[in-house]
């Protein structure tokens, strides 16, 4: 049971390159999340996934897009990279059908953009 | 989902028990009370959450006041590898919890 995994775990990118980050967790979750964190911040919530086949928006969207690709899988693009995404992405997922919405997080991408 | 007040910064010795307190005034009926923890880069931790009783688990306690307008996340014997950043978090029990918000938190230092 790998949990919520993240690849990659680093990437440098150029202002004006795109990127797909990739989230999958194995622990049959409902709802799945996006949070970038930048230094010495909290984590701030970019978009999320209530369940499949829906996303919503969070705090910080502009610049991101998302897509719900199953259950499991839930990836983050970049279209046009730009300096002030340069963050720590953090994929998440829970499941409200327990009755709790404790979140459980993947290690994280550092992506930098020059 | 109510804000929080967390001061920035706590020590603690090893071996003794760690109480981080969390402020959170504006709570509603329908809102709990979560922690979350950071250990350096990692991606948070939770640890535990509650509505209005008290809780305990393996990891560590949480009491809500009778107003349930504060709490403490006490860890009962805190080692070095409890050095991270608390995170106390207040959201809704229903659909609107999926927008959850992390403050700052508090970074507690574990001393030898």
């Known amino acids: 049971n790998a949990g919520v995994t993240q690849t990659p775990k680093f990437q440098v990118l150029k202002t004006g390159q795109s990127m797909t980050l990739q989230c999958a967790q194995d622990?049959?979750?409902?709802?799945m999340y996006w949070y970038r964190q930048d230094p010495g911040m909290g984590l701030r919530l970019i978009y999320y996934?209530?369940?499949?086949?829906?996303?919503d928006k969070g705090e910080v969207p502009n610049g991101y897009n998302v897509s719900r690709l199953n259950k499991r899988e839930f990836s983050l693009r970049l279209e046009s990279a730009a300096p002030s995404q340069t963050s720590v992405y953090f994929c998440?997922?829970?499941?409200?059908?327990?009755?709790?919405?404790?979140?459980?997080f993947g290690p994280g991408t550092r992506l930098t953009v020059t | 989902d109510a804000k929080t007040t967390q001061p920035p910064s706590m020590d603690c010795a090893e071996g003794r028990a760690a109480n981080l307190p969390c402020n959170h005034s504006?709570?509603?009926?329908?809102?709990?009370v979560y922690w979350y923890r950071q250990i350096h880069s990692q991606g948070p931790q939770y640890i535990i959450h509650?509505?209005?009783n008290n809780e305990t688990n393996e990891m560590a306690s949480l009491i809500i006041t009778e107003d349930r307008k504060s709490s403490t996340l006490i860890l009962p014997h805190a080692t070095l590898r409890d050095t991270a950043v608390y995170y106390c978090?207040?959201?809704?029990?229903?659909?609107?919890?999926?927008?959850?918000?992390f403050g700052a938190g508090t970074r507690l230092f574990v001393k030898a």
């Open positions: 509650g509505l209005k």
């Open positions: 998440a997922s829970s499941d409200p059908t327990s009755g709790s919405y404790e979140q459980y």
């Open positions: 622990m049959n979750h409902n709802s």
């Open positions: 996934s209530a369940s499949e086949g829906t996303t």
């Open positions: 504006t709570i509603s009926g329908n809102e709990y």
């Open positions: 978090i207040v959201r809704s029990g229903n659909t609107g919890g999926f927008k959850t918000i």
